[in-house]
């Protein structure tokens, strides 16, 4: 790998692990303004909020300037959301504005991977950039949980510094000072990503414009032979992870009798098999046989209905691994072949721009359908089954639709095809 992707890594993990931080964070300064529970979901529903109503803007964003460019202004917003914590901004405001920045940020992230390196070093790259972002997650969520705690706290408001009088009166403060620290050390590591000549013809202003190449840019990429599968893979991969999320919380209680401190640690175990199946595709998986891995996504689904007969941690820490490793095999090579073929039809932003408008649509989308479950109180257990159904049925159907059009186009020749 080239230098400047590790220097791209290190920026991805410092922004994403202060992003996650912060979402812990801003929980716990809802519950000491005694918001009501629903609000804490809301966090999420803002965040990514972004995604979507800014898809048709962000891709021209991310190809009007060099991506390393990009990334800085990018984060410096989130920045900002975290500076209106401190100004006393509601928590859902301020987070939807690192969302926004967040949202801004991911078509440079994954862009500049396809104007950096050969298409056969996109399955290892994604595989590090994935269990990166799936460490920085899990470190993120352990250190906004101990910035939450009195003990760390009580330290970090002890430490008065000589050159530097901050005026930093509260635990939350205090908590705040150290996230923005860590974008601080993201920014430093954004301003070396090195500028990869990559320059996309001028790009339109008028919203109205934007909004007509992005549904042109939607459009090719759906009805490209080989787009539409990964996209439509990525697409559930990403509204059954954020869903799995929450099941995994309710299944524990219902099932393994933990509580929510406890059960948040599953999600990490979760987390950790997602890492191992990322990096083992990243390494026996060529961008040339991606598309080998779609059984694996059924495979995910009948596992994850497994889980209905679990009772005991013991079993259930080596399932969700298994859960875990599954989807990161699978998602990994699909999402590498969706890069190289939006950085083929299309420019690199505009294509990752469409991609998290798919995905994060489908997250919104499967968020809501399992509140409206969980709200008509359907048992943990039927929510499950119905849950690993879809994902089995759904990847069944990508992999019907993916042999159709194998008879119709050899996809290997597809895949070696450059943007002349």
């Known amino acids: 790998m080239k230098r400047g992707f590790y220097t791209i890594m290190a920026a991805q993990f410092f922004s994403s692990l202060a992003d996650n931080a912060l979402l812990i964070t801003s929980m716990a300064l809802l519950a000491s303004m ?66 926004f920045g967040a949202a801004a940020y991911s078509p440079a992230k994954y862009g500049i991977l396809t104007e950096l390196l050969p298409p056969e070093h996109l399955v290892a790259a994604n595989g590090w950039i994935e269990g990166l972002t799936v460490s920085s997650i899990i470190l993120g969520t352990v250190l906004g949980g101990a910035l939450v705690t009195p003990h760390v706290t009580d330290i970090l408001l002890s430490m008065k510094s000589p050159l530097i009088h901050l005026p930093i009166n509260t635990a939350m403060e205090a908590a705040l000072t150290v996230i923005t620290g860590f974008y601080g050390l993201a920014a430093i590591f954004n301003l070396r990503i090195p500028d990869t000549g990559a320059r996309y013809a001028h790009q339109k202003h008028q919203p ?38 929450f099941i995994v919380l309710k299944w524990a209680e219902a099932s393994l009798h933990m509580p929510l401190n406890q059960a948040a640690i599953l999600q990490g175990i979760v987390a950790v098999g997602v890492a191992i199946g990322a990096c083992a595709a990243a390494k026996f998986v060529p961008l040339k046989k991606s598309l080998s891995v779609m059984p694996m996504g059924i495979a995910m689904g009948a596992v994850v209905m497994t889980m209905i007969f679990v009772h005991s941690k013991e ?30 039809l299309m420019s690199a932003g505009h294509s990752i721009a469409v991609q998290n408008f798919n995905e994060n649509l489908s997250v919104l989308t499967m968020l809501t359908v399992y509140a409206i479950m969980i709200s008509l109180n359907l048992n943990i257990q039927v929510v499950i089954v119905l849950f690993g159904g879809f994902v089995m049925s759904t990847m069944f159907m990508v992999m019907k639709k993916h042999q159709a059009n194998q008879r119709e186009f050899d996809s290997i ?8």
């Open 34 to 99: 005694n918001s009501p529970s629903w609000m804490t979901p809301l966090l999420k529903l803002f965040f990514v909020l972004s995604y979507v109503l800014l898809a048709a803007f962000v891709g021209a964003f991310a190809d009007a300037l060099p991506k390393g460019k990009v990334m800085f202004i990018t984060n410096m917003i989130k920045v900002t959301g975290c500076a209106l914590m401190f100004a006393h901004v509601h928590p859902l405001i301020a987070y939807g504005v690192v969302g």
């Open 413 to 420: 020749a597809l895949i070696g095809e450059h943007k002349h």
């Open 315 to 344: 079993v259930a820490y080596p399932l969700l691994i298994l859960v875990g490793a599954l989807s990161g095999f699978f998602v990994v090579p699909m999402n590498a072949l969706l890069q190289h073929r939006g950085h083929v």
């Open 208 to 245: 109205l414009q934007l909004i007509a190449d992005f549904s042109n840019c939607f459009m090719k990429l759906w009805q490209d032979k080989l787009g539409q599968i990964s996209l439509a893979v990525t697409t559930l991969f990403w509204g059954a992870g954020a869903t799995l999320q």
